[in-house]
DNA sequence: GGTTTAAAATTACAAATGTAGATTTAGTTT
DNA sequence: AAACTAAATCTACATTTGTAATTTTAAACC
């Protein structure tokens, strides 16, 4: 609950480093950052300050480094980012957006009856839309 | 194809205008704003200016005014955003993101009729992940 | 052709973002 | 305890974005 900070393309850099293993140092993120990105360690403490002033993530001071972990989890963030992109690019209809995702997609047989299986769980339950927001 | 002009919330809101309806004035992309939302008149113009000069729309000279136009297709601009929000919040794994929005979305049962037949569909032409651009 | 006036162009300004160098602080080491 | 040094904090600066007011320009009207 609370409302997740909004964060930046290269603080969700960041933050999916924390979030896959916490808690970590600033030197440990750094180094795990997928190896096109090229920042240099200030840059990276930089966005770290960022999302500690965002309050996404905290720290425990542990010798003379700090070592992370997140304040807000993944699954609210991922949402958040989904229904903003979902609201901005498809106006919000999500039907409009997964078709649209499944004309280009690439997806292997394995993944397509995953989606499958989800889809005829989902009309078992003749979903009702009304209700959106849960806290 | 050339690669399509970063555009920012705001300006998606004017863009998904034009698209849906042009040439058109800039007063009557005002006008056709959603009520929710409520820039002033000099706001919108700035937005189309600034999406003049990233080559995102143009306009013909008509009488005192000007009528925009499209430079780059909804279809470009969406697929670009989507890729950006796929690969940003999922890191490119296109199934685990439709997992993530059929968790949550709330579809009717003829929305998820459709999406099972494209999904049928694909399944049936075992698709390859040719057809051009992704790097 | 001069006046009116709406539209465009210019200017403004704060916050967010990308990118990092410089300085301070406080563990660690001797 | 002083020195060393890695990490944190502070400062910096250009660009983008959100939000508009002010000024200029040129079409329309009388």
Redesign the pocket.
């Known amino acids: 609950m609370s409302h997740v900070p909004?964060i930046?393309?290269?603080?969700w850099e960041i933050m999916k480093i924390i979030w896959s293993s916490h808690p970590i140092?600033?030197?440990q993120i750094a180094a795990k950052l997928p190896s096109d990105i090229?920042?240099?360690e200030?840059?990276v403490?930089?966005?770290i300050?960022?999302l500690?002033k965002k309050k996404a993530i905290g720290?425990n001071?542990e010798?003379?480094?700090?070592h992370y972990y997140p304040l807000v989890s993944e699954k609210e963030c991922v949402r958040a980012e989904s229904q903003s992109f979902l609201q901005r690019v498809f106006g919000g209809a999500t039907n409009l957006m997964m078709t649209n995702f499944l004309e280009d997609a690439a997806l292997s047989e394995k993944e397509i009856e995953e989606l499958q299986r989800i889809l005829k769980e989902k009309k078992g339950h003749t979903q009702d839309k009304s209700s959106g927001d849960q806290g």
Request: aromatic fraction near 16%; proline fraction near 0%; avoid cysteine.
């Open positions: 909004r930046s393309e290269s603080e140092t600033a030197e090229e920042w240099s200030q840059t403490r930089t966005f300050t960022r500690l720290f001071k010798g003379r480094s700090y």
